[in-house]
């Protein structure tokens, strides 16, 4: 545990899945403002006018050994249409000479594989989503655009970035879905979840 | 409609509380960037601290009322005029039908807000009515206000005249000092003592996603970027060109950059108030510390705003 901030406190974990893991005990234990997992460390916002560092300290040991013995609801599966290229994915053609693939290589690439949805943040539902093959790895945009539509799909070091609304975005683009990923009349306001596996298939072959 | 707005300003929004418990979603807290201001605009006209306001942004905004209500304006030091006659911070005022508000360039401070008796009508997204900008949710139709625009209040009434207490007046400076603990990167800074000594100029890029300082750069012992980490408003990062960046309102809620500081949570309502060119100093403050100073500031608020703990 090391402080972030006077209201902030970081724990240290192994991964992404522990990550998640150690934030899920968190929040069912106690009333925290934010519970944020990162990639490996997991950052607790507690209200500083209502909880000494040292009582926070102590509900997060304790939630964080409970963590190791979650038991894991079965993970979600979820088959994500996106249509490659052209106006949708502006950067496919450059990532394609870069990594000198032809476009259908790329996608065959692309979709080939099952991935999991590493973490949800950066923009509201922004998926991190891990596992990219390895011959797919380029790095993100010099100059992040200002506006990303909503729906799309990016990849940058070893992960497919998948937008869920409209916003600021750094993430090389590929692609575009039309699949929902933000519901906000819906209990769940953001479709996947952190754990959510999922499968993009070329839109173009339905 | 309630309100006609003739001239929209640079950065016109409606902003209410922030959004809480939403960050592992993405989703950012909005909200008034100063809003120990917004509070003290509401409290003027009978409001809860929260209720929905305007905030500009540097050059004001220009509105014709529509029907008769009770307003007040806070914040950033600026001329204020009714019909072209100057009226006072601070103090509400009653508006009738046709008459015409408006709200001149800030000339120390960055935002006014403008409350209004009964509280705008705005769009309510995941708990909250404050425009989100990025992603276009919240307030008026995600976004920033535009001439022409028709707003409406829940229930327009009309209030007796309030005043502000001198000693419940923000001070509005152009050189702030801004009380910081170290955070989880602080270790890796080159050169730590000179974070909290010396006097950085608010830059240019300043905005509510954050603000950039300029004139002193800053070297740390992490190369290329981390693996993704939780960010929160107030979070001081060092990105690679060395100009520190203090998080705001409407960040984004994961980052790649070292946390080198912490603004404490007594003075995050400072953030709104920044203007390009003014001053800065870091205070490093423990963490026990600013525990103190924050019940303190509560303390001292509460006779004024019983609900300050919501707003600071």
């Known amino acids: 545990m090391l402080s972030a901030g006077d209201d902030l406190i970081s724990i240290s974990v192994d991964g992404p899945r522990a990550a998640q893991s150690v934030a899920r005990q968190l929040r069912a234990a106690a009333d925290w403002i934010d519970v944020v997992a990162g990639i490996d460390s997991v950052v607790v916002r507690f209200d500083l006018a209502a909880l000494d560092r040292e009582a926070a300290g102590k509900l997060i040991q304790r939630a964080s050994i409970e963590a190791f013995e979650e038991n894991l609801p079965p993970a979600e599966h979820y088959e994500i249409p996106v249509t490659y290229g052209g106006d949708f994915g502006p950067e496919l053609m450059s990532i394609c000479e870069h990594l000198q693939l032809s476009k259908s290589e790329l996608i065959e690439l692309h979709t080939a594989r099952e991935y999991e949805v590493d973490m949800i943040g950066f923009t509201p539902g922004f998926a991190y989503i891990g596992g990219l093959d390895p011959r797919l790895d380029v790095p993100r945009l010099q100059e992040p655009r200002v506006r990303v539509e909503a729906g799309s799909v990016g990849i940058a070091g070893g992960r497919t970035g998948l937008y869920a609304l409209q916003g600021p975005g750094g993430w090389p683009l590929i692609g575009r879905t039309s699949f929902e990923l933000f519901r906000p009349n819906s209990a769940r306001i953001f479709t996947l979840q952190p754990g959510a596996m999922v499968r993009f298939v070329d839109a173009s072959h339905q | ?312």
């Open chain 2, 1 to 312: 409609m309630s309100l006609r707005i003739l001239k929209a300003g640079l950065q016109t929004t409606i902003q209410s509380r922030p959004r809480v418990g939403l960050r592992h979603l993405g989703v950012p807290a909005s909200g008034a960037a100063d809003p120990l201001s917004m509070a003290l605009a509401n409290k003027l006209v009978g409001n809860p601290a929260c209720m929905a306001a305007l905030e500009t942004t540097l050059n004001g905004v220009t509105l014709e009322f529509r029907e008769a209500v009770s307003f007040a304006i806070t914040g950033a030091l600026a001329m204020v005029r009714v019909n072209g006659r100057a009226i006072e911070l601070h103090c509400s005022s009653r508006a009738k039908r046709g008459d015409v508000l408006e709200v001149g360039a800030t000339t120390r401070g960055a935002r006014s807000y403008v409350a209004f008796a009964g509280g705008l009508k705005a769009d309510a997204v995941l708990g909250s009515d404050s425009t989100y900008l990025p992603a276009a949710f919240g307030g008026h139709a995600g976004r920033a206000l535009k001439r022409g625009d028709e707003l409406d209040l829940r229930s327009a009434t009309e209030v007796s005249e309030r005043r502000t207490p001198e000693q419940f007046r923000p001070p509005i400076s152009s050189s702030w000092m801004l009380r910081a603990a170290r955070s989880c990167e602080t270790g890796q800074l080159r050169d730590a003592r000179r974070l909290f000594e010396k006097k950085i100029r608010v830059g240019n890029r300043n905005d509510r996603m954050g603000i950039q300082l300029q004139g002193e750069t800053f070297t740390t012992n992490i190369e290329g970027d981390m693996p993704s980490v939780p960010v929160f408003p107030g979070i001081v990062q060092c990105p690679g060109d060395g100009s520190l960046f203090i998080l705001s309102v409407d960040a984004q809620t994961t980052g790649g950059y070292p946390r080198v500081a912490k603004v404490t949570r007594a003075d995050m309502h400072i953030l709104g108030q920044l203007r390009p060119g003014d001053s800065l100093s870091l205070i490093e403050r423990n963490d026990s510390v600013a525990a103190i100073e924050l019940r303190e500031k509560h303390a001292y608020w509460r006779e004024w705003l019983p609900d300050i703990a919501e707003v600071i």
